[in-house]
């Protein structure tokens, strides 16, 4: 098997993970407000990442944390897990993925307007192509429409905005410590969420705390992978495979919530990914051939 063979799996299995988890967070969302899943997937992540950095003989702390563009990556990475998590507990599964798949196409745009990348015309029209694709989905002015769908594009922007962020960071922060800093970080924004909109307190029970443990390893798997696969073979390739996400959402949609998206939404998540697609694979070409 070759690198971007094994890159590519990895790559399928993190995505598999991370939908897993989503499923497990909209069941916990049926008990819990939202606000307490996210400050107890920020400590439950935390603890995790603190445990891996002390098994792994790195230090805990970092004086980085405090640096601008740390602060400013967990800030826009908390807003769009509030957004996020919210969007799942009120709308469907496979929804909320469709539109997440839209960040590919929302970092290319941002990197053109704000980092000053070189973005040619099929670029653009495929980033156009992919935000009808959204329009698809989210079916803006009709009788199907969802308000609460817009909390899943503002979580898709925090996300995209988090990754632009993370593009102009000097690899000075290992991937391990943003991802504890960004979870710490969901603590008392979660906890101040719940006291704002005075949802109310639920005591987990054993099961439930076994849920959210299930949540927290399949999600710190899922980032270990990710991790993996960008280090093996074609990274645009691999990169490629991220869309296998949209895949796994739709049969945990279907399995565990008995969901059944309409030809409309299929659609709609078609163009996103063959859009989203198209640009990884041009800025690869256009990046190789700006390098030979």
Known sequence: MTDTLRGAALMVGSMACFALEDGLI????????AAQIIWMLGLGGSLAFVGWLIATGQTVWSPHYLRPQVLLRSGFEVTGTLCFVSALALIPL??????????PLVVAMGAAVFLGACVGWRR????????????I??????????PATLLAV????GLAARDLVTRTMPGIVSGARLSLHAFASLVPAGLLLQFLTGASWVIP????IGILAIAVAVGMVGYLAIVGATRLGDISVVSSFRYSRMLFALIV???AFGERPDALMIVGVVIVIGSGVFTLLREARLRAASQA
């Not at 653009?124 to 329009?135: C, E, N, T």
């Not at 503002?154 to 922007?157: I, K, Q, V």
């Open 26 to 33: 909209k069941a916990l969302s049926g008990t819990f407000p």
């Open 94 to 103: 496979a929804t909320a993925s469709a539109v997440i798949q839209a960040t």
């Open 124 to 135: 653009w029209l495929a980033i156009g192509v992919g935000f009808a694709g959204v329009l």
């Open 137 to 146: 989905i989210l079916r803006p002015g009709s009788s199907a429409f969802d």
């Open 154 to 157: 503002g979580g898709m922007l």
């Open 205 to 208: 029970d054993a099961a439930q």
């Open 253 to 255: 949609g279907m399995v």
